[in-house]
């Protein structure tokens, strides 16, 4: 059987693929901050000057890794302002950016909020079903049951971008859990035998 948060891993990466030029916008614009001491500190007096109110530090994700990912666009995502502040005092920063996937828009930070939106719920189900200290078989169907609500919630959220998002998640989760008889044998004795 292979490992729940696995799983999730590759439901995730394969439903934010398309938001992948919004994310890389992004993770151009935290690697060329977090480069020096001196562009952190001038971005921190941007944060200052636009009153964000959040002690949060900037962190580079690794792309490989989604819930990375998540919490760089997370911490990022707030201090939007600030981005936007910094790209008119410093112009090299527009210079280095437009080199690689240019520099983050409006569209691209509207982008990130709906990724966020949908990583949220998938990064707390796999930090419960990565638990090393304690069982997690157990619980794979609470995981299940919530991830297929998630979807049906998004289904009906009217916006197009995570309906567009949630499918492909839903195409992929269907591969490994659409139906019962995919879902290894033991799973269910877990379930079953669980205290």
């Not at 600030?82 to 950016?97: G, I, M, P, T």
């Not at 299940?144 to 971008?161: I, N």
């Amino acid at each position: 059987m292979r490992c729940v948060a696995h799983i999730l891993n590759l439901i995730v990466q394969y439903g934010i693929k398309d938001a992948s030029v919004s994310v890389d916008r992004v993770r151009g614009a935290v690697r060329y901050i977090r480069a020096s001491p001196p562009k952190l500190t001038k971005f921190n007096q941007r944060v200052k000057e636009e009153m964000i109110d959040s002690k949060a530090q900037l962190c580079l994700d690794v792309p490989t890794r989604w819930n990375s990912t998540y919490m760089m666009l997370k911490v990022a995502e707030k201090y939007e302002r600030a981005f936007e502040s910094y790209l008119r005092d410093d112009h090299n920063f527009f210079l280095n950016l437009t080199a690689g996937y240019g520099v983050p828009t409006f569209d691209d930070w509207d982008i990130v909020r709906r990724v966020i939106k949908v990583l949220e719920p998938f990064y707390h189900l796999t930090l419960k079903m990565s638990g090393s200290l304690h069982v997690t078989s157990h619980s794979l169907f609470e995981v299940l049951t919530d991830v297929h609500c998630l979807f049906d919630g998004w289904q009906d959220c009217g916006d197009l971008e995570i309906i567009s998002m949630t499918s492909k998640m839903r195409d992929k989760y269907n591969k490994y859990w659409g139906e019962g008889n995919k879902i290894n044998m033991l799973v269910y004795l877990a379930v079953i035998f669980d205290p």
